[in-house]
């Protein structure tokens, strides 16, 4: 196999010394992490390899050696580094050499015992691989490789080798804490060794973080432990409560303030991403709520708001009345049966006008009620559309109504004439065996039962329009209560800082690494840069996605055909935990 | 070391393929496919420019015009950006893996790396397109749950040739 070396471009241009690192035999790689310069004690190097390798779990050792010769190759200092080899004995010692202005590197590899396998070739050939020690460092490879354990210096043969590179990048943090300031035995040169990376703001949010979550999860608990009280618990609360969206989405976003004030340390760093894109989405939908609500409360937009929707209520009412009087006529040059078009129609009549009544009694009241819904908008804009779709549903309540006593009478006929039909034909259905059985029935039971059957199917027309047109105008509500849900399960599951990580620090979310090939000489070992590559953005939002509120339709479109045939009751946006109707 | 041959593939389009040979351990292939044309790029934008004409004498409305360049150009740079590849790269690394880069004629290039270790092997796959068969080189991915099973199977140029110069073409790399 040929030998990777891979060296940190930070240290392409630092001064002679030992090469530090890791050495990975499965992959036969060498992974250089620092570069240790001249004048050292040999006695103290040893020391600082062991307290790193406790500390880090990552075998650190002295690999090989550096030398970079500005002007001409100095002999004395190449015999020096080759003695070098005795004082830490490594298999196989590495010679890394930058010669006159820096296009010329070589690389001698040398082994101090025969090697184990004979036909291995006798030259090894060295590939020299650089790599960003930073961006290697805060990168994560997606999908994460998990290494089951961290003893130090054990990889499971089965990860790849660039796997086994990151993790030793990630798990050497300690070999960096120390910069060329520091007054220590040693001089190491790596990412950080012009100045550790820290910030003022990361460190005092890090410091007021700790009371602050205490203070607000506390809190948190306080408001949790209300809503689960046992009055909430009893029949006309809780049924009212699952049925309105605007209690899901509360419940919803309590549950992601809980996680994100939680004064648990996030265990991995897919937790921390979890964690980061909730704060992320509830920032978000907090700041747009606040845009509407200063939209909404600014020019008495709300009066306006109030005095348009009795108008709009009592337009709605009489467009239902003149379709249910097209309906009593002749709808479509249909010939309707008279006498129960007249009772159907006079029956939906009295409701509209029921409703409308209620309306106009409500109708000083209204102003206020919008003005303390606007206010609701500050927690959020998914609560405010969760509100608005509820408000749609209360003001078409009387749509549902006639949708549910069309949808019934006419689930009533279907299975009337079915069952009669059976008769007709002398067959019954067999309740036991679920199955079509025949029988002989008797006359009289024939004849009342064909008498039936010949009502039932003559009346079928009728019915059939009244179920047809309630049941469009149901889906048409529907639909637009399905948009708004949309919308809010938008705002609740976007990763909203994956996305933005993904395109201002795109070296953190890694699908993988990408190699070009430098200048090349012949005789010189063969140098790549490997660079990494990003996370598409596809992948970024299905690997990140926040889990949403689960309003998705439960049926699917051939199901819900035979629904409507039957003339089932529909409710293709249920919430999750409702029980079946 | 380098190396300049040329092909056709199966809609008679020329693509030129380039072998460069850095060391022992490393090969890079290089496949250019014919560039957009003029003619097609006229054609298209001339039947687009028509249609909405058509529609604006019907209509009256000036705005049918101002979508149909709108949709031209939006189609023409989505057009570059994520389909016209003009530029397809094999860099082969011995023990390192296997990397697939395709540019774009937009200038924005996609690169994939696979590990020598996830490699069980290259083969030329067979298939049926229309009335014709088509050759194509693809990758097999060891499955990581089963040793002696295949996980994917990925292709590495997304220009089928015919089956003699992708023969060639392998016995070189082989």
């Known amino acids: 196999m040929v030998l990777k070396a891979f060296f940190p471009t930070c240290c392409v241009s630092v001064d002679s010394g030992l090469l530090v690192g890791r050495w990975v035999p499965e992959h036969s790689s060498a992974v250089v992490l620092a570069v240790l310069h001249f004048p050292f004690i040999p006695i103290q190097v040893k020391q600082l390899l062991a307290q790193v390798r406790q500390a880090s779990e990552?075998?650190?050792?002295?690999?090989?050696?550096?030398?970079?010769?500005?002007?001409?190759?100095?002999?004395?200092?190449?015999?020096?580094?080759?003695?070098?080899?005795?004082?830490?004995?490594?298999?196989?010692?590495?010679?890394?050499?930058?010669?006159?202005?820096?296009?010329?590197?070589?690389?001698?590899?040398?082994?101090?015992?025969?090697?184990?396998?004979?036909?291995?070739?006798?030259?090894?050939?060295?590939?020299?691989?650089?790599?960003?020690?930073?961006?290697?460092?805060?990168?994560?490879?997606?999908?994460?490789?998990?290494?089951?354990?961290?003893?130090?210096?054990?990889?499971?043969?089965?990860?790849?080798?660039?796997?086994?590179?990151?993790?030793?990048?990630?798990?050497?943090?300690?070999?960096?804490?120390?910069?060329?300031?520091?007054?220590?035995?040693?001089?190491?040169?790596?990412?950080?060794?012009?100045?550790?990376?820290?910030?003022?703001?990361?460190?005092?949010?890090?410091?007021?973080?700790?009371?602050?979550?205490?203070?607000?999860?506390?809190?948190?608990?306080?408001?949790?432990?209300?809503?689960?009280?046992?009055?909430?618990?009893?029949?006309?609360?809780?049924?009212?409560?699952?049925?309105?969206?605007?209690?899901?989405?509360?419940?919803?976003?309590?549950?992601?303030?809980?996680?994100?004030?939680?004064?648990?340390?996030?265990?991995?760093?897919?937790?921390?991403?979890?964690?980061?894109?909730?704060?992320?989405?509830?920032?978000?939908?907090?700041?747009?709520?606040?845009?509407?609500?200063?939209?909404?409360?600014?020019?008495?937009?709300?009066?306006?708001?109030?005095?348009?929707?009795?108008?709009?209520?009592?337009?709605?009412?009489?467009?239902?009345?003149?379709?249910?009087?097209?309906?009593?006529?002749?709808?479509?040059?249909?010939?309707?049966?008279?006498?129960?078009?007249?009772?159907?129609?006079?029956?939906?009549?009295?409701?509209?006008?029921?409703?409308?009544?209620?309306?106009?009694?409500?109708?000083?009241?209204?102003?206020?009620?919008?003005?303390?819904?606007?206010?609701?908008?500050?927690?959020?804009?998914?609560?405010?559309?969760?509100?608005?779709?509820?408000?749609?549903?209360?003001?078409?309540?009387?749509?549902?109504?006639?949708?549910?006593?069309?949808?019934r009478l006419y689930c009533l006929k279907i299975h009337g004439l079915s069952s009669l039909w059976r008769l007709f034909r002398g067959k019954k259905w067999n309740v036991l065996r679920q199955r079509v059985d025949s029988c002989s029935y008797d006359l009289d039971q024939l004849f009342i039962g064909?008498?039936?059957?010949?009502?039932?199917?003559?009346?079928?027309p009728t019915t059939a329009l009244y179920y047809l047109v309630f049941t469009l105008l149901r889906l048409l509500v529907v639909a637009v209560q399905g948009l708004i849900h949309l919308l809010v399960d938008l705002i609740n599951s976007l990763p909203l800082y994956s996305l933005g990580l993904r395109l201002c620090r795109p070296y953190r979310l890694a699908a993988g690494v990408k190699f070009r090939v430098l200048q090349h000489e012949a005789g010189r070992p063969l140098r790549l840069l490997m660079q990494i590559n990003p996370l598409p953005y596809s992948r970024v939002m299905h690997t990140y996605r926040l889990p949403s509120c689960g309003c998705h339709p439960k049926d699917s479109w051939g199901a819900l055909c035979r629904k409507l045939f039957f003339g089932e009751l529909i409710y293709p946006w249920r919430q999750r935990g409702d029980k079946q109707d | 070391m380098e190396d300049e041959r040329s092909f056709s593939d199966i809609c008679g389009g020329r693509l030129a393929l380039q072998r460069r040979y850095y060391s022992p351990s490393c090969r890079e292939f290089c496949l250019r496919c014919p560039r957009l044309s003029l003619r097609s790029l006229t054609a298209v934008t001339c039947t687009v420019w028509l249609a909405?004409?058509?529609?604006?004498?019907?209509?009256?409305?000036?705005?049918?015009?101002?979508?149909?360049?709108?949709?031209t150009l939006l189609g023409l740079l989505g057009y570059l950006h994520f389909v016209k590849i003009d530029q397809e790269t094999l860099l082969i690394i011995d023990s390192l893996g296997i990397q697939m880069t395709s540019s774009y004629a937009s200038g924005k290039e996609s690169t994939t790396f696979i590990e020598m270790g996830k490699v069980k092997d290259i083969v030329i796959n067979e298939a049926i397109y229309m009335q014709k068969v088509i050759y194509y080189l693809c990758i097999l991915l060891k499955d990581p749950v089963e040793p002696h099973g295949i996980a994917q199977v990925v292709p590495v140029f997304q220009v089928p040739s015919s089956g003699l110069q992708l023969k060639k073409a392998r016995g070189v790399e082989g």
């Open chain 1, 58 to 407: 990552v075998g650190v050792a002295v690999l090989g050696t550096w030398c970079h010769c500005r002007q001409e190759p100095e002999e004395s200092l190449g015999r020096f580094l080759e003695g070098l080899g005795a004082v830490f004995p490594h298999e196989p010692w590495l010679q890394l050499c930058r010669e006159r202005g820096g296009t010329l590197w070589s690389c001698e590899v040398t082994h101090r015992q025969a090697p184990t396998d004979p036909s291995a070739p006798g030259e090894d050939q060295v590939m020299l691989i650089f790599y960003d020690q930073r961006q290697v460092l805060l990168s994560q490879l997606h999908p994460p490789t998990v290494l089951p354990d961290r003893q130090a210096g054990a990889t499971p043969a089965s990860t790849g080798g660039l796997a086994a590179v990151f993790d030793t990048v990630a798990r050497s943090e300690v070999l960096f804490r120390s910069d060329r300031f520091d007054e220590g035995p040693v001089r190491l040169s790596h990412w950080q060794s012009e100045g550790v990376e820290a910030s003022i703001l990361a460190e005092l949010a890090r410091r007021a973080s700790g009371p602050v979550c205490l203070l607000l999860a506390s809190l948190l608990s306080l408001v949790s432990a209300v809503g689960a009280c046992r009055v909430f618990k009893l029949w006309p609360l809780s049924f009212v409560g699952s049925k309105l969206s605007t209690c899901e989405q509360l419940r919803h976003r309590l549950e992601h303030l809980t996680l994100i004030f939680s004064t648990r340390k996030a265990e991995n760093s897919a937790q921390l991403m979890r964690k980061a894109n909730t704060v992320a989405s509830v920032l978000l939908d907090v700041a747009l709520g606040l845009t509407l609500l200063s939209w909404l409360h600014g020019r008495s937009r709300i009066g306006h708001l109030a005095d348009a929707l009795v108008p709009v209520a009592d337009h709605v009412a009489e467009e239902l009345q003149h379709l249910l009087q097209w309906l009593m006529g002749a709808p479509a040059g249909l010939k309707m049966n008279r006498a129960l078009d007249q009772v159907l129609g006079r029956f939906f009549l009295y409701h509209i006008h029921l409703w409308i009544s209620y309306i106009h009694l409500m109708s000083p009241f209204i102003e206020h009620i919008l003005w303390h819904v606007g206010l609701s908008a500050c927690l959020g804009l998914t609560v405010a559309l969760s509100l608005l779709s509820d408000i749609i549903a209360l003001l078409t309540f009387h749509i549902y109504c006639f949708y549910v006593y069309g949808a």
């Open chain 2, 52 to 71: 909405a004409y058509g529609l604006f004498t019907l209509c009256e409305n000036s705005m049918i015009l101002s979508a149909a360049i709108f949709i």
């Open chain 1, 450 to 460: 064909t008498l039936l059957f010949t009502i039932l199917l003559f009346l079928l």
